[in-house]
């Protein structure tokens, strides 16, 4: 929801499935065991501090970050929920590479392997981009080997994936800024040119892109937050639908009967406000060549199953559960609150929004001794649920429309009993 957009999404009746704290842990333990055995040490790594993270967390729940993550306190981090979501972002790619590891071991992984281990704490912090890039190659590398796929990854090309009767090529970019997408997909796209051949082992040769955008789309590479799950994933999806939309002029495809598809990817943490939820994203949006003949389909429909195979929930996730809403709630005596007057006054008389950052805060509430800020993007999604008949109505008293209106939005924020 940007800018004047009313786009309503329902309150949801039931909590998201996830994974538990103790299968993070385990899954890290085994990363890390995993990495020791193939030769790499993972000791005073960014990896053990992770770990370090998860058990402090699990054991007490309350963990001093600055004292973990001692070479990162420079970094965008103003609470603890932010250090949480920071770390699930790395913990969650690394448990996604685990995944496809564990059905298939490509050749050329150790000298990989050997790479990832470097780098800042935090993805957004690493000015030095080789560990992730690597580590960008072996998340596009899963998908393929978790379908099954013989992978290959000691060649010049960055991704080699054979199955009984396709070799796909692929060249994977991360993109830092809207500036650089042209002439990245471009060096991609001249690399693959110069390497494929039209058939090798008697595979048929496909070549793909695969563009980690998340810094094009969001420039800070942090954290974004969205109203419900279904809202997070439609601005991650837009965003990526605009990156997309810009390359169309790119003349990629043309220079390459070869090229398939554009893969483009964001991989971000995300917050979910209803109901409060952690959350990473890796969230794809795929471009095929335009005019493609009957065995370019077959093709693309080999890729198609490719990745919707892995397109799956974790089955560890814990499963979903009913919320009980709210019917009235009570704010005590001695609450105080405030709400912008110039916004209230504008929409109670004319109906409409102003153009304003989704992320500005434009009420609080003290209550219960915690102080409740609420956002531009909380008052979109409550203006998104009020008629006319009852907008006119509050036009009629400003003054007790405007507790009524801060009132609704902590209603709106605290749905459900159960939260």
């Known amino acids: 929801m940007n800018g004047n957009d009313t786009k309503s999404y329902e309150i949801p009746t039931q909590s998201l499935p996830g994974l538990d704290i103790s299968v993070h ?10 990495l020791n055995e193939r030769g790499v040490s993972t000791n005073n790594t960014r990896y053990f501090m992770y770990l370090e993270y998860l058990l402090e967390k699990s054991n007490s729940g309350s963990v001093n970050e600055s004292k973990i993550f001692k070479n990162s306190t420079d970094g965008p981090f103003e609470s603890s929920i932010d250090w949480h979501l920071y770390t699930l ?12 590891l564990k059905k298939h071991i490509p050749k050329g992984l150790d000298e990989k392997l050997k790479l990832i281990v470097s780098g800042r704490d935090f993805a957004s912090l690493d000015s030095n981009s080789i560990s992730r890039d690597t580590q ?21 090309t960055d991704i080699i994936a054979i199955n009984k009767k396709y070799a796909f090529y692929t060249e994977c970019k991360r993109i830092g800024s809207p500036k650089q997408l042209e002439g990245r997909l471009s060096s991609a796209c001249k690399q693959l040119n110069q390497k494929m051949r039209r058939r090798v082992f008697g595979k048929i040769v496909i070549g793909s892109i695969a563009a980690d955008v998340t810094k094009v789309a969001f420039a800070h590479n942090g954290l974004t937050l969205g109203m419900t799950n279904k809202h997070s994933r439609d601005v991650i999806q837009e965003k990526l639908f605009r990156i997309a939309n810009s390359t169309k002029d790119y003349d990629l495809f043309g220079r390459s ?7 483009f990817q964001i991989h971000i943490p995300s917050i979910i406000v209803y109901p409060p939820t952690p959350t990473t994203r890796f969230s794809s949006y795929i ?15 080999a890729f198609q199953k490719m990745f919707e195979s892995c397109s799956k929930d974790d089955e ?14 009570t704010i005590p005596k001695g609450s105080t609150f405030s709400i912008d ?15 304003k950052n989704p992320n500005d805060v434009i009420a609080d509430l003290e209550i219960n001794g915690k102080s409740e800020e609420f956002t531009f993007m909380e008052f979109q999604m409550l203006a998104a649920s009020i008629n006319e008949q009852e907008r006119n109505s509050m036009a009629k008293d400003i ?21």
């Open 25 to 34: 842990i385990n899954d890290l333990k085994e990363i890390i065991a995993f």
């Open 89 to 100: 972002r790395e913990i969650h790619e690394l448990m996604w590479i685990l995944k496809g």
């Open 136 to 156: 960008f190659e072996l998340r596009i590398a899963s998908y393929f080997c978790q379908s099954g796929y013989i992978v290959d990854l000691s060649t010049t």
């Open 257 to 263: 009967n070869r090229l398939n598809q554009l893969w």
């Open 287 to 301: 471009i095929f060549r335009d005019n493609i003949d009957r065995n370019g389909m077959k093709e693309v429909q």
């Open 316 to 329: 560890r996730c814990f499963p979903s559960k009913k919320l009980k809403r709210k019917k009235t709630i």
């Open 341 to 355: 007057e110039d916004l209230i006054n504008h929409y109670l008389s004319t109906g409409h929004l102003p153009d």
């Open 399 to 419: 003054n007790n429309s405007r507790f009524y209106l801060t009132s609704k939005m902590y209603l709106q924020r605290y749905p459900c009993e159960d939260v």
